[in-house]
């Protein structure tokens, strides 16, 4: 292992797949998976922006969604294929505190907003006469606001942590970005607060607003299997299942990969379960969300099928 240099404040990322052909090919798959999400997302944004129809809290959480995925999957892919490309690994100190800004901002924001997305489909199935009432635009965009201002906080404190630790171990990190788990055991210091500083954050941005998505979804679906309406049942089972989907491929290897104990942690499986919540998922929302909804695929239909025989 190479010693930490005093004189430099660089770290090498070792990145996720090995320098050879078999390393590109994976790559030039990541890239791929890259440009789809850019695509998908910026094409949701455009449809909810300009289609009236979708102008609901439901769409507007929605948008605010695919900002975060296309920022979440920014931070980390663009600097992994460069780095990879380049041969140049290294990442300074300061690049490595705005990539980790970057990422826990999204990460810690994206977990608040599909909690306040499983309480717009809650109260609108269960409470459906309520609803314009709990869920109006200015709620909507209280809960949007207060998305964005936790996670940067949160997000904020974390990284001036991180920039401000004694590195003397090693400067290698065994990660594709500059991640909390793989960064914290280079420090020649004992971190067991911060430690437990991790840990309370996770509960608090991902653990917490899983448990409230899934006693929201658990309501949704016993109010559903009490339906009469067989098209009723059928819409909103469509629209609890697709928002499940999005909350497992999310949650899930996030919430392991933080709250497992040091001693239990292994840096090629943080790094394969990383590829699900950084890289996957940013991808499979806007794919999920407009090919099993309606109103998406009507907009896309309007706002498409206008632009062509505009053109025309």
């Given at each position: 292992?190479?010693?930490?240099?005093q004189?430099?404040?660089?770290?090498?990322?070792?990145?996720?797949?090995?320098q050879?052909?078999?390393?590109?090919?994976l790559?030039?798959?990541i890239i791929?998976?890259?440009?789809v999400a850019?695509?998908?997302?910026s094409?949701m944004i455009?449809?909810?922006r300009?289609d009236p129809?979708l102008?609901t809290?439901?769409?507007?959480?929605?948008?605010?969604?695919?900002?975060?995925?296309?920022m979440?999957?920014?931070?980390t892919v663009?600097k992994?294929a460069?780095?990879?490309?380049?041969?140049?690994k290294?990442?300074t100190?300061?690049?490595?505190?705005?990539?980790?800004?970057?990422?826990?901002?999204?990460?810690?924001?994206?977990?608040?907003?599909l909690a306040?997305m499983?309480?717009?489909?809650?109260?609108?199935i269960?409470?459906?006469?309520?609803y314009?009432?709990?869920?109006?635009?200015?709620?909507?965009l209280?809960?949007?606001?207060?998305?964005?201002?936790l996670?940067?906080?949160n997000?904020?404190?974390h990284?001036v942590?991180?920039l401000?630790?004694?590195?003397?171990?090693?400067?290698?990190?065994?990660?594709?970005?500059?991640?909390?788990?793989?960064?914290?055991p280079?420090?020649c210091m004992?971190?067991?607060?911060y430690?437990y500083m991790v840990f309370v954050?996770?509960?608090?941005?991902?653990?917490?607003p899983?448990?409230?998505?899934?006693?929201s979804y658990?309501?949704?679906?016993?109010a559903?299997f009490?339906?009469?309406?067989?098209?009723?049942?059928?819409?909103?089972f469509?629209?609890?299942?697709t928002?499940l989907?999005?909350?497992?491929?999310y949650?899930a290897?996030?919430?392991?990969?933080?709250?497992?104990l040091?001693?239990?942690?292994?840096?090629?499986?943080?790094?394969i379960?990383?590829?699900?919540?950084?890289?996957?998922?940013?991808?499979?929302?806007?794919i999920?969300?407009?090919?099993?909804?309606?109103?998406?695929?009507?907009?896309?239909?309007?706002?498409?099928?206008?632009?062509s025989?505009?053109?025309?």
């Amino acid at each position: 292992m190479e010693k930490w240099n005093q004189s430099s404040s660089d770290f090498i990322l070792l990145g996720l797949f090995p320098q050879n052909q078999t390393g590109l090919l994976l790559l030039l798959l990541i890239i791929f998976i890259f440009s789809v999400a850019l695509l998908g997302n910026s094409t949701m944004i455009h449809l909810i922006r300009v289609d009236p129809r979708l102008h609901t809290p439901m769409y507007i959480l929605l948008s605010q969604l695919s900002l975060m995925d296309m920022m979440y999957i920014s931070s980390t892919v663009p600097k992994m294929a460069f780095n990879f490309l380049s041969g140049q690994k290294s990442i300074t100190l300061l690049g490595c505190g705005v990539q980790s800004f970057f990422f826990l901002t999204m990460a810690g924001s994206e977990g608040l907003l599909l909690a306040s997305m499983a309480y717009d489909r809650f109260v609108a199935i269960c409470h459906p006469l309520h609803y314009p009432i709990r869920m109006s635009k200015m709620k909507c965009l209280k809960m949007i606001i207060g998305s964005w201002t936790l996670g940067s906080i949160n997000s904020l404190s974390h990284t001036v942590y991180l920039l401000h630790l004694p590195y003397c171990h090693s400067r290698l990190v065994n990660h594709f970005f500059c991640d909390i788990p793989a960064m914290v055991p280079l420090a020649c210091m004992d971190t067991w607060v911060y430690d437990y500083m991790v840990f309370v954050s996770t509960c608090l941005f991902l653990l917490f607003p899983f448990l409230g998505i899934a006693v929201s979804y658990g309501r949704v679906l016993f109010a559903v299997f009490h339906m009469r309406s067989k098209e009723g049942k059928k819409k909103a089972f469509t629209t609890c299942s697709t928002h499940l989907t999005v909350v497992t491929f999310y949650y899930a290897p996030f919430v392991y990969t933080y709250l497992r104990l040091r001693s239990l942690r292994s840096p090629t499986e943080d790094k394969i379960l990383a590829v699900f919540y950084t890289i996957l998922t940013p991808m499979l929302n806007p794919i999920i969300y407009s090919l099993r909804n309606k109103e998406v695929l009507g907009a896309m239909t309007r706002v498409f099928g206008t632009f062509s025989s505009t053109k025309t």
